[in-house]
């Protein structure tokens, strides 16, 4: 019997499933629903706003004006501020030192109207610069590039007229000096900060700088106009006589290589200061350009040795105390031996002693051993209060900064010692400014009094009405008229026959003195450098002018006071009686 088909069953995979399928389906996590999700987002949202809105409110609220000041101080451009001064002008009204407004020229490309090729040609038409290299500083950046300093207002009316987006003129006050060189040193300038850095402008910035209004609105130069009062700093100096005197003296020194030079003249009835030229000088308009030394002021703030031109102030004193007299003789041997030193005449190789010569050929013939023995008529002691008493002690006051206070021995040393006394009789031991040797002769012009030098006149108004003066204390009387005159026809004869010579000038009485000194090194010993000078009165009739010449260290073959600053000087007085209108008083 046959049997029937066995039947074989498949289980279906979906109800019967695999065990590793169940493992897949157990391990797969449980999706969320719809409005899980929803929430979820929105609460994410949610968190984010709340976070930003947290920090602007403390960007505004908390932090808000420190980030404000910040933003401020790097988008705008500040201009330095500077206080407006006074202008400078100079006896005859014209202008050394002025305010004027300058500006800054910046662009910013980013609100640029035209393309940068068409800004940059018509700028480099305006302020010489190429174009190729406006377009490079274009690219730069995208605001705030600075193209140019010290614009004038005329260019920048110009470039304002060009009516280009993107263009910004920043405003400054500055300081300018029209006659640039002429009279740096005694002028002075202002710094990139605005800061008075020499000369008057330091010295006198009380009076230069106007009164500030502490209600006024933030710096701005063009409202400064309203607090200026019209007034002026006038000085003493005359600018024709001054330009010849720079002239003349750069001319000097170039030709006998020296080291530096000055030309000081000076009314004597009154201290004022017509001239004050020195080499090398510099262009305060162009300060930054020029050496640490050519900012001194050296007639004023460096001493010397004046060697003979001493000399006349010495026989002053001997003459006022009495222990000589005009027509005296003295003895000069030539030669002197003080202890170890030995004094001797410049010219005592090749003329000796001279013998028994008068008061007049002391000067005449710059005699050293001469004016020993006159000085050592006086009792030390005396002459060292004579020292005193012409203010070798002390500065002269004048208006000027950084005065140098002379180099005298101290008393006791002085009295004590022979040779100090010896060598400050013919100018030397002891050491001043040339502005200290000025004033001195200026007391033998005037009639015997010691007037302080100055160089301001004062604040004058537009009608040239004074309204303030420096405090002048008045002259005080050293010598006598008659021993001033005495020692003036003494230093006639200086220059009509003796080394003075060259400083002649046809139809005019002139008196005058040499000098040639050694200079003193730092160890106290004397060395190969020299100072040569010539100091001058005129006329001698009526004498009221001083003019001094002071050459350092030239370097020339026979260069001596009165081969060097004895010619300087005939050219200078040969201007200054034009100038100022002095009559010849003789015949050739």
């Not at 920048?156 to 910004?168: H, T, V, W």
């Not at 160089?455 to 002048?472: I, K």
């Amino acid at each position: 019997m046959t049997s029937p088909p066995r039947v074989r069953r498949r289980r279906s995979r979906a109800a019967q499933p695999s065990c590793s399928a169940a493992a897949r389906a157990a391990k797969r996590p449980l999706r969320a629903s719809p409005k899980r999700r929803l929430i979820m987002v929105w609460g994410l949202l949610m968190a984010g706003m709340l976070g930003l809105s947290g920090k602007l409110a403390e960007l505004q609220l908390v932090k808000g004006t420190e980030l404000k000041a910040l933003a401020e101080e790097q988008q705008q451009i500040y201009s330095v501020p500077r206080a407006a001064r006074r202008a400078m002008i100079d006896r005859a009204g014209n202008v050394l030192a002025v305010d004027r407004v300058v500006y800054t020229l910046y662009v910013h490309p980013m609100l640029f109207n035209q393309s940068e090729q068409t800004v940059a040609e018509t700028l480099s038409a305006l302020v010489e610069l190429p174009q190729d290299k406006l377009l490079e500083q274009f690219s730069q950046q995208d605001t705030g590039i600075k193209l140019l300093n010290d614009v004038p207002e005329e260019l920048a009316n110009r470039i304002r007229q060009a009516r280009l987006d993107g263009i910004e003129l920043i405003p400054s006050q500055k300081r300018f000096y029209p006659q640039q060189a002429l009279l740096s040193q005694l002028v002075g300038y202002i710094n990139l900060d605005g800061e008075a850095q020499a000369g008057l402008e330091y010295s006198l910035k009380a009076q230069l700088v106007y009164p500030t209004d502490p209600d006024a609105e933030a710096y701005n130069p063009l409202r400064q106009e309203s607090a200026k009062d019209g007034l002026k700093l006038q000085l003493t100096i005359d600018s024709r006589l001054q330009r010849v005197a720079q002239q003349q003296l750069q001319a000097t020194v170039a030709e006998h290589g020296a080291k530096r030079g000055a030309v000081l003249v000076m009314d004597s009835r009154t201290g004022e200061l017509l001239a004050m030229a020195m080499t090398p000088t510099y262009d305060p308009n162009r300060y930054y350009e020029a050496d640490l030394e050519q900012f001194r002021n050296w007639v004023v703030s460096d001493v010397y040795e004046p060697g003979s031109t001493f000399k006349p102030i010495n026989v002053a004193i001997a003459l006022q105390e009495g222990v000589i007299g005009p027509d005296d003789y003295i003895y000069d041997e030539g030669r002197l031996i003080y202890d170890q030193w030995t004094i001797k005449n410049a010219d005592y190789s090749s003329v000796g002693g001279r013998g028994s010569i008068t008061i007049t050929d002391i000067l005449r013939y710059s005699s050293n051993v001469g004016m020993v023995h006159i000085m050592e008529k006086i009792d030390r002691a005396t002459y060292y209060d004579w020292l005193t008493k012409l203010q070798l002690d002390q500065p002269t006051g004048i208006e000027l900064p950084s005065e140098a206070t002379p180099q005298l021995k101290d008393r006791s040393q002085f009295v004590a010692s022979r040779v100090e006394a010896a060598t400050t009789s013919f100018g030397q031991g002891f050491a001043i400014t040339p502005l200290h040797l000025l004033q001195m002769h200026g007391a033998l012009a005037n009639g015997g009094k010691l007037v302080r030098p100055h160089v301001v006149r004062g604040l004058v108004d537009s009608e040239g009405d004074l309204a303030w003066q420096p405090d002048r204390e008045p002259g005080q009387k050293i010598f006598s008229a008659e021993t001033a005159r005495e020692v003036l026809e003494m230093m006639e004869a200086v220059v009509e026959s003796g080394s003075g010579e060259p400083a002649q000038v046809a139809g005019y009485r002139i008196g005058g003195k040499t000098g040639t000194s050694q200079k003193a090194s730092s160890s106290g010993t004397y060395g190969r450098g020299r100072v040569t000078s010539f100091v001058s009165i005129l006329p001698i009739d009526e004498p009221r002018y001083v003019v001094l010449a002071v050459i350092d260290e030239p370097t020339s073959g026979n260069a001596y006071g009165s081969t060097v600053a004895a010619p300087l000087v005939k050219t200078v007085i040969e201007s200054l009686a034009v100038i100022e209108g002095v009559a010849p008083e003789k015949g050739e």
